[in-house]
């Protein structure tokens, strides 16, 4: 159930940020009356799931979830359509109008998606607020993993700062790190203020999903609040309500030890400690493949951490909101740096369709769920705007050249890079999801 939830929010917010992109061209094309022939939510090869008619343009859905189009008449776009290119130029059609107005009609969907990720931004902030955990707030110091034992961090250090600047917001440390190449971390570990350097070989570990940085939190109290689908425990005899005090007589102050234990106990049988009813109880269990006992405690980080809650009116929400879509924009455009480099080999990690969708909760939750769409509007512009063939950008690449120049390119150029646009595209979606079920192959086996 969780994993079908995932993926229909992932094809809700998709549906919504193509039919906004789409509209942006659509709207620029009729404001200077050139013929739409079509208007797609996804594409339609051989057939279409639903369509009808309305004026000269044709509305529909295909069956092919990649995105969606709108056929611009005397354009070259991913229809190929050759054909009418071979007819004389009409008042109605694309290459008709001036470079200026060509050049609106192409950016109109990156500006639309922008628009509407500002807009999601303002509704949210204005409906739920902002929500954080202060830096300050995390007084039992961080749980990190063994990427982050290598660069010198420790289970227990408490973050001072980074590159000497405060960072606010705890869980923005780590993307703060990662976005502006800092160099030196400052911890303070027993009372004794220490200087981490940030070693090129934990970025590139980070990139893959190890070196996690977390707020350290107590073991106690542990109260079964319920059990996951394979559960060791509840098989065993584990109840709801029951209090673990610890494992084979062992007690522990952090939950990480716990972690621990467990992870040093794979396959084994272990004694369960618990306390039910206010009386001891041991059952012995053992854990999963992967060191699982299978239940869920009853807790959750305000009942720990003094959190940050930030309201706003509506008046405070828009330039709130704007600012929030602006730096956005801008940690995203950071991320372009480590992709590309050689150092970081961000690359590797290039993820799909399957990787986007996993970001999405596993529960419905609509501030969630708009907080995700404004991302990833946020991430559809920015893609449509690369100087490539086939992609918004580089129709705006021929048209900057065209004004500067004076000169357009011909019919038959603009069909040849347009194929290979085509074909570096497709490359680029074959490489991102090929990484994805190669992590899943991973994973389980």
């Known amino acids: 159930m969780t994993i079908l939830i995932k993926i229909l929010q992932f094809i809700v917010s998709l549906s919504i940020l193509v039919v906004i992109h789409e509209l942006g061209h659509f709207l620029f094309a009729k404001l200077f009356k050139t013929r739409v022939e079509k208007f797609y939510l996804f594409f339609d090869p051989w057939f279409s799931l639903y369509k009808f008619k309305r004026g000269e343009t044709e509305y529909g859905v295909g069956w092919v979830p990649l995105g969606g189009y709108v056929k611009i008449s005397g354009m070259i776009d991913e229809s190929m359509d050759t054909e009418q290119m071979n007819q004389p130029p009409q008042p109605w059609e694309f290459r008709s109008k001036k470079s200026w107005q060509r050049l609106l009609i192409m ?5 639309f998606n922008f628009i509407f990720a500002l807009m999601i931004y303002v509704m949210v902030l204005y409906s739920w607020g902002e929500t954080y955990l202060p830096t300050a707030s995390v007084k039992y110091g961080i749980v990190t993993d063994s990427t982050g034992y290598r660069l010198g961090l420790r289970n227990g250090d408490k973050i001072i700062s980074v590159d000497n600047q405060h960072i606010e917001n705890f869980s923005q440390i780590l993307a703060d790190v990662l ?5 030196t971390i400052q911890v303070e570990r027993e009372g004794e203020i220490l200087n981490i350097e940030v070693t090129r070989e934990y970025i590139q570990r980070v990139l893959k999903g190890e070196g996690m940085i977390e707020p350290r939190t107590p073991f106690g109290p542990f109260v079964v609040a319920s059990f996951s689908k394979e559960s060791p425990a509840r098989n065993s005899g584990v109840q709801a309500n029951d ?42 269990v053992t854990p999963t493949a992967a060191g699982f006992l299978g239940i869920v405690r009853n807790w959750s980080v305000d009942q720990i951490f003094e959190l940050e809650r930030i309201n706003y009116g509506f008046f405070e929400s828009v330039p709130a909101g704007i600012r929030k879509g602006f730096n956005t924009m801008g940690d995203y455009l950071k991320q372009f740096r480590l992709i590309f480099s050689k150092e970081t080999k961000a690359y590797e990690s290039l993820g799909g369709f399957i990787t986007i969708g996993s970001i999405f909760p596993g529960v419905w939750d609509w501030q969630s769920f708009w907080t ?56 680029l979606l074959i490489y991102a999801n090929g990484n994805d079920v190669v992590k899943l192959l991973r994973k389980f086996f």
């Open 107 to 111: 950016t109109g969907g990156v500006l």
């Open 179 to 183: 976005l502006n190449d800092r160099r």
């Open 243 to 284: 209090n673990l005090t610890g494992l084979d007589g062992n007690e522990f102050v952090w939950y990480d030890e716990f972690q621990a234990y467990m992870a040093a106990h794979k396959n084994e049988p272990v004694t369960m400690n618990i306390l039910r009813n206010g009386e001891p109880v041991d059952i012995t």
């Open 372 to 427: 995700l769409t404004a991302f990833l509007s946020i991430i559809l512009a920015i893609m449509n705007m690369l100087p490539i063939p086939a992609l918004d950008g580089g129709h705006v690449m021929f048209l900057i050249f065209e004004v500067i120049s004076g000169r357009k390119p011909s019919d038959r150029f603009l069909e040849y890079a347009q194929l290979t646009g085509m074909v570096l595209l497709f490359a």
